[in-house]
């Protein structure tokens, strides 16, 4: 009886193991695709701007403004499974201390805790935590992710031609509050999901 519990918590360790490395892999090929969807777009619009000197970031064309508002759908959809992976990967993480318990209880005739930088309990790590884990990379596509935004939005406003002698700093305003309001709110949507998994 207890060699068949021992193989089938080795098993066990194993498929959670597999599990944490398959999610893992699945962020970095994830935020690999999408730096590689922005390269290849912005490298493509590089081609049709004909004279450099005359491009303003507030004056693009419809093709430019899709191209945007693609990205900002890529990059949404990219950091919302950034977020999602990342939780799964702490859920493993935490199944697999408390797997490492069971040994450390069952089999082993010392402590493995004190080899760990994680305690043997589903308490750890935690779920979010600030300037750690993922972070970075949420924070970094929704950097990127906000400006492509910015560029569509203020770019949209020229529909409604607006004349001012202020119109360069009105755009600039613009693009810097929506950057910072969309740079944010994919960290908060962080924060509150992984609250929710505690």
Not at 2 to 22: A, D, G, H
Not at 44 to 72: P, V, Y
Not at 141 to 160: E, H, Q, Y
Request: with cysteine; net charge positive.
């Amino acid at each position: 009886m207890e060699n068949e519990k021992f193989q089938f918590m080795i098993k066990e360790y194993e498929m959670l193991y597999s599990k944490f490395e398959m999610h893992y892999a699945a962020v970095e090929k994830t935020i690999g695709l999408f730096f590689l969807i922005v390269a290849a777009i912005v490298s493509a619009n590089g081609f049709l701007i004909s004279e450099i000197n005359s491009f303003s970031i507030f004056s693009l064309s419809e093709f430019q403004m899709a191209c945007a508002a693609f990205i900002f759908a890529t990059g949404s959809i990219a950091v919302l499974k950034v977020i999602e992976h990342r939780l799964l990967i702490i859920t493993y993480v935490k199944t697999l201390n408390q797997n490492r318990k069971w040994f450390d209880q069952h089999v082993m005739n010392e402590n493995l805790e004190k080899y760990s930088i994680f305690g043997l309990s589903y308490k750890t790590p935690k779920y979010y935590k600030k300037y750690r884990h993922f972070y970075w990379e949420v924070l970094g596509i929704s950097l990127l992710n906000s400006t492509f935004i910015a560029l569509f939005l203020v770019n949209s406003g020229k529909n409604f031609n607006w004349v001012s002698s202020h119109y360069e700093i009105i755009n600039w305003t613009l693009f810097i509050g929506v950057s910072a309001v969309f740079s944010c709110l994919p960290i908060i949507y962080y924060k509150k999901r992984a609250t929710k998994e505690v």
